[in-house]
């Protein structure tokens, strides 16, 4: 049976989502929404076949569409979501899922009252790079993961409505949840607002997680070189991923932290092997193709999901007290500047 | 008038300072002083002209030394250096000048007081990198520094008396005192000890600075690779340094920041110009023998002191506040781990 | 008025022409010629506008069409380039423009009689990296070019009618006939076959220019990692393009080679200038967009062509000589195997 | 028992010979041959219990002299070299062993007579990187070997009594040699001049194996940056090695070429394997110091010497023949730029 798609959106995100739903067998895309005239005119020259429409809560209310992705901005995501899961829909929202945690998990409550699909595009963890870190993660190559260290930076785009933590930390949150599967125990941030007094552009995030690792977080709109570096660091080996090397992509480092027994602690030595690096080979899928496929296996209870609206919840929790927190910092800091107290 | 110097220490840096100092024109090294009689006959067999001794204090009552250079551990700096200016010597300490801004203070007063050269070996301020980037950022080429990120890990050896954040951190907080003398307003730091309980191995390290500037510093002795970047970010232009780049250590990239007048803050829009990349040559001369010739010009009332007691001060006060913060950070995370009150 | 275009050959590089075509202003593409069915097919699907045909020379019949872009496989340039000229039509072909010299002389001269434009697509030299280095090299900053140095390998596809040489060599030939528009005095040339003994998968090719330079090629379908690199050395400066660098495509070495005056060869010392790098922004335009533009343009007679028939031509002389050279080589190499005639 | 040994020459590489050899247990420098004061001052400076001596002849008598190692200009190896062996020392010369084949058979035939190790500095085959090569070539795992490619080229030093060929090429001939023991079965060579027109700058060299296997090289005084990278092509794999790469000396692809049957050769297609890639470790050891080691076993009779005067005089076999054939060239060529008989 074929399922069938409408579409919320057609800006940046939407088209590479219609083109890799309509390609992916026992999918069609039956309807895209979007309030701008010119992107529906794009939607019908591309493909004839799929209905337009202006307001996104008709697209909801057709009766021959099963499904509906949402790729607004994320304002609009609560409100979406939960018309197209009132009216018996199932619903694949952009990330972040929702502004606050008070609506995602009302979205997560609403699925659940109406037993559909919800799920959240977090399309990393369909990269053929993630897909190869969590399989090594998995096999226990690296040992006990100690530490995440990431980089992730460039001369940004500002965005409207998001900033640079809300657009860039989805990405890494939810790989280290998809890699760990972790409580977050506190958490610490500091950033800067270098353009919009109001909107951060830089922020550093460190993440203690329950069980004795911490993550940390160099995210910035402001870097002159784009950088793509994660680090994983475990107590049998050492992993890093660069994205943007074309060769090597993922490099295993035969290096790990051995400790002494805790009585010896005193005269610690820690133990680095240097050894020999390993690359293997990533796959070069497109990771959407992977999304629209595994959406459309959840809703035909054959796989289970792995971004599901409690893992949006989780990560949008995350954003929202980092935010909260970076709020306070930015403000105490203004506080302190224009008090002029001098130096430390 | 040749410049007569006694060394105290000779173990990792200890031979550098000897060698540089003997090559220095207008510098002879009289005495060397270490605790350790394997040391002081690797002294003998290489420089059978210089005198040895066990006890570094004989070496500070010597009438034909001029200058000491302190190269101890740092938990002896304050002893040994106040001893050598109480003697009427100039001294030079390896970083950081002391274990606390309360010793460091009293070494910069006995230095006033006894009207000798007070200097702390800052050594990076004398590489050709950071000689190049302090003539570019003078110059005004770079326009108004906005940030400063700095990644400094590598796999560190565990040293017996300082930690991750006292290793590394000197360095970048003297470069960037160096090119830009500003006071910092307020600090965030976090990090985690992987090895040893009582010792951070992997800080990050957030500075505000008064002219509203950020300083970030990735510092670890847990990573697989080595990596030493250094970031910063004008309003005109951008560099990077990247000291194991050995064809490019620097590179300006021709993109700034281009800020929108205030009241139109509302629909900000950064201009980034993408543009040109420029690479100028950097010197590889030795910094130690810079650092040399500069303590004995500064003695000789030639050269104004780059990295003076106060300096060294002012990098100690930092240190020692985000140490502080650091311990009280993570005694908080391990109460909150003890409680287990789950995730945020 | 309207340039309307007609494309024979709708395989590996034809859908490139024909989407690059019809998106400039001022040309209509047609139709398409091409003997598979599902190429047909394919440009039925998305050019429902466009005719299609089997036979390649119905397409030079058509009345309504002013020039035809030939996409064929090589054996059939000769063919089709002259049915159409004889036509009337103004031709462009892909390179190499004909499989010998005498073909492709025959084609320069045709298109002289019928008085129409014959260009052959020498796509590398409308990318933005080879107008920036003509841009340098013209400027004279590089001051007398001494020689070009070539790599250019990967893991190659085996092509059914060209052997590496006449695969990768056309790039080199026409972005160094484009630099430097100078006459070839003699070339030697070696290679290997491993797969097909028919077929030289690794060739290296010397070229000796009359302007007292030199070139050499690195050409290979058997390396385990693509390299395009590039470098020229010129008396003031050197430059070295990486195809594959995203970052820093071209980089401009301050380094030149200094002679001596000619009487003092004897204790002849080269002053090398070791100093800056510099990197200019390149454009990201798709190069076969300034090709259809190009082509246009010359037909229109508001451009002087870049890449006539002579031009393709001449690198078709080149391409001649060599592969004959390197087949009497590696016969003569085959027969010393046989005979078994031992080491050097 | 102690090996007392002699050093002839303490020029460039002079220095590190003695210190290598002076560090190595069981072999003592016991005297130096200069005939420059300078040097000659040099080495009572650092060593003040090695005798000098002006005429390097005096060293090759001197009774308690045991083994002697040649370290001058290439012009007087074969007459010190003769001179040490007919007075019964063993010889380590520096490479090229002589400067004709004749002189080395000649060198070869006096060690033979007078029963004494005759050694050629190869030093290279005792770095970490060719060890490593070696170890996984032989273990079968690249398959057969079918190329070599070498680029090896930089900002040269010109020197006194060689050409780019003869300053270059014994390292990678050495190494092939090393690795695969084959007969050269033909060469081609082909080069420039753009300093002294007697003396090539840049040569570009290919040989054809006896086992079906080619290697080429790339030789150059004129690089604006240094490259030395070598590959070699198995039909099971293929290896990198980059020995200017920090991090990653040695990649190994998992790319291999998988021939067809003979009698489907008409329809060749390669099969590539593109698989992961694995960097091992590299010792970091000094080459030297392997070298020293090996001299003294052979001499001891506990190792097989693995670069005998015979494989010093391959090697100068193949320079001998290519160096020829570079003239030969060189002359016809520039014969043809006077006789201007215009381009190809």
């Known amino acids: 049976m074929t399922l069938r798609i409408g579409v919320a959106g057609y800006g940046y995100w939407g088209p590479n989502l219609v083109r890799n739903f309509a390609a992916t067998p026992g999918i069609d895309v039956v309807g895209v929404a979007d309030l701008r005239e010119a992107a529906r005119e794009k939607v019908k ?3 004839p076949a799929i209905a337009t429409f202006e307001d ?14 949402i790729a607004t ?3 609009t995501h609560h409100q979406l979501a939960a018309l197209a899961l009132d009216h018996g829909k199932h619903v694949l929202v952009e990330k972040p899922i929702a502004r606050t945690s008070a609506e995602a998990e009302d979205l997560v409550a609403r699925a659940k009252k109406a037993d559909r699909v919800l799920m959240v595009d977090h399309t990393f963890l369909f990269t053929g790079a993630v897909q190869s870190i969590a399989k090594i993660a998995r096999s226990g190559d690296l040992g006990r993961i100690c530490y995440f260290d990431s980089m992730r930076v460039n001369l940004g785009l500002f965005q409207p ?13 939810s790989i280290i949840d998809y890699l760990v599967d972790d409580e977050i125990v506190d958490l610490e941030v500091s950033g800067y607002c270098h353009v919009d007094p109001k909107r951060p552009d830089m922020v550093f995030l460190t993440l203690h997680l329950a069980n004795n690792a911490v993550a940390h977080f160099n995210m910035s709109w402001m870097s002159p070189v784009k950088v793509r570096r ?3 660091g475990g107590t049998s080996k050492m992993l890093i991923w660069d994205d943007l090397d074309q060769d090597q992509k993922i490099k295993i480092y035969d290096h790990g932290i051995d400790f002494q027994p ?6 610690i030595i ?9 690359s293997p080979r990533v796959s070069r ?15 035909a209870g054959k796989e289970t999901s792995k971004m599901d609206g409690e893992k949006g919840l989780k990560v949008v929790r995350i954003l929202e007290l980092a935010d909260e927190r970076l709020k306070t910092s930015l403000a105490s800091l203004e506080k302190q500047r224009k008090a002029q107290t001098g130096g430390v």
């Open 285 to 299: 899928t497109e990771a959407l193709a992977g999304v629209a496929g595994h959406f459309a296996g959840v809703i």
């Open 56 to 69: 996104p809560s008709e697209l909801m209310k057709l009766p021959d569409v099963d499904a509906v992705v």
């Open 262 to 267: 805790e009585d010896q602690r005193s005269a």
């Open 270 to 278: 820690p133990e680095y092997r240097i050894g020999d690096i390993y």
């Open 230 to 232: 994660f680090t994983i």
């Open 73 to 75: 901005p994320v304002a």
């Open 161 to 173: 409505d998001v900033n640079c933590l809300w657009d860039l930390a989805p990405h890494d949150l």
């Open 45 to 47: 020259a591309t493909y």
